[in-house]
């Protein structure tokens, strides 16, 4: 938009569920963006803001205008709107894109309680992860890019039950009644906001195993906005045309159930897409450079860059399945866009015709 081009500072927005993947994705994303990532040094020891010499993350819970006994009290969830103050949002972020430092407030996630602010100094790009980077029409147009982590209900609760109930010692009850208490908001809150992302990451259960019950095997697609300025969304093979390619093979091992990539296009909430889908997991990460070949417009800055990232962060969720390899293909192609829009700035000060 307009004023997205008029900014300083590069906005980017990641939504999703929590417990979906975002701060997995913050750190594929600050990885490639270079610059490192760390908590405000001699802050609030339970920021939740990470500062590099690149980007900032902040995370957008800092804006609950009810603390957790607030919400309970009034039986709102974190995930309602009138727990949440987007007019202090869209100022805030406003002001960091305009090039000036603010006083964000910090929701402490240990006590559930709101703690004194922490200065924000604007970077060059600005991540505002969290529920609802999308809700609000006006921080919505702050956005240069907006990325939206849809994880399907199957696999959400593949993904608790593992995390809850593995290392939380939750019920499978307990677990199942939380997800469902959330739903309501969710839909009517949450969801709705990947109608405006300009890049979707869909994570499914497998297709390559009969009703799979593990949810282990994921199907995940990145869906791609056409026509977005500074973004040309990756291909497989040749652009605009349709594709199902398995890669298994004598320069690939796959064990069951194999993989199976698929490219193509198509409408998705009225916007023209194009979608590369990857279905299955990698045996060796270190044979992902035989894929990385067969995709083009990756935004990489040398050959194989991709697969460095995945193999560098092999220790993360979703390493071996399209997760982590599309998480790390929208963070190049979020350093490319951030990188053309300086470069237009950069010429618009010094071209001489423009003074
Ligand atoms: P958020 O920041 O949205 O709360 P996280 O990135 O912290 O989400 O992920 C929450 C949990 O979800 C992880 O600890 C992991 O158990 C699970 N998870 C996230 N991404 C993946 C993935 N790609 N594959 C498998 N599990 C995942
Ligand atoms: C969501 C929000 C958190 C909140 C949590 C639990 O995950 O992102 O900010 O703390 O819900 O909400 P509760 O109201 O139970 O504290």
């Given at each position: 938009?307009?004023?997205?081009?008029?900014?300083?500072?590069?906005?980017?927005?990641?939504?999703?569920?929590?417990?979906?993947?975002?701060?997995?994705?913050v750190r594929r994303l600050t990885s490639v963006l270079g610059g490192g990532a760390e908590p405000p040094s001699g802050g609030?020891?339970?920021?939740?803001?990470?500062?590099?010499?690149?980007?900032t993350v902040i995370c957008l819970d800092d804006y609950h205008s009810l603390d957790r006994a607030a919400r309970k009290a009034r039986g709102l969830?974190?995930?309602?709107?009138?727990?949440?103050?987007?007019?202090?949002?869209?100022?805030?972020?406003?002001?960091?894109?305009?090039?000036?430092?603010?006083?964000?407030?910090?929701?402490?996630?240990?006590?559930?309680?709101?703690?004194?602010?922490?200065?924000?100094?604007?970077?060059?790009?600005?991540?505002?992860?969290?529920?609802h980077p999308m809700y609000d029409e006006r921080v919505r147009d702050l956005l240069d890019f907006s990325i939206y982590l849809d994880i399907s209900e199957e696999v959400k609760f593949a993904w608790k039950i593992q995390r809850d109930m593995a290392e939380r010692g939750h019920s499978l009850e307990s677990i199942k009644a939380s997800i469902d208490a959330r739903k309501p908001d969710f839909d009517a809150y949450i969801d709705p906001q990947k109608q405006y992302a300009d890049a979707v990451?869909?994570?499914?259960?497998?297709?390559?195993?009969?009703?799979?019950?593990?949810?282990?095997?994921?199907?995940?697609?990145?869906?791609?906005?056409?026509?977005?300025?500074h973004f040309a969304p990756v291909y497989l093979f040749d652009e605009g045309s349709v594709v199902t390619w398995i890669p298994c093979g004598r320069k690939l091992s796959?064990?069951?159930?194999?993989?199976?990539?698929?490219?193509?296009?198509?409408?998705?909430?009225?916007?023209?897409?194009?979608?590369?889908?990857?279905d299955g997991q990698f045996d060796k990460l270190d044979e992902l450079?035989?894929?990385?070949?067969?995709?083009?417009?990756?935004?990489?800055?040398?050959?194989g860059e991709v697969a460095q990232q995945m193999l560098k962060?092999?220790?993360?969720?979703?390493?071996?399945?399209?997760?982590?390899?599309?998480?790390?293909?929208?963070?190049?192609?979020?350093?490319?866009?951030?990188?053309?829009?300086?470069?237009e700035r950069a010429d618009v000060t010094t071209d001489p015709l423009r003074v």
């Open positions: 938009s307009a004023a997205a081009a008029a900014g300083k500072t590069v906005v980017i927005g990641l939504a999703a569920d929590s417990g979906c993947g975002k701060s997995t994705f609030n020891p339970d920021s939740n803001t990470l500062v590099g010499s690149t980007a969830t974190a995930l309602d709107p009138r727990a949440n103050d987007f007019d202090l949002m869209y100022e805030q972020v406003r002001a960091i894109k305009e090039g000036r430092a603010v006083d964000k407030p910090v929701y402490n996630h240990v006590t559930g309680l709101l703690d004194p602010p922490e200065r924000i100094a604007p970077p060059k790009i600005l991540v505002i992860e969290g529920l990451i869909e994570v499914l259960p497998t297709q390559l195993i009969p009703n799979d019950e593990e949810g282990k095997v994921l199907r995940v697609r990145l869906i791609m906005k056409e026509g977005v300025r796959c064990s069951y159930p194999g993989i199976k990539f698929a490219y193509g296009f198509g409408t998705y909430f009225g916007h023209e897409v194009s979608v590369l889908e990857m450079i035989y894929v990385e070949t067969h995709l083009s417009n990756l935004s990489t800055k040398f050959y962060h092999a220790d993360l969720p979703g390493s071996s399945n399209g997760t982590g390899l599309f998480q790390t293909i929208v963070g190049l192609k979020v350093r490319d866009l951030y990188e053309q829009i300086a470069a």
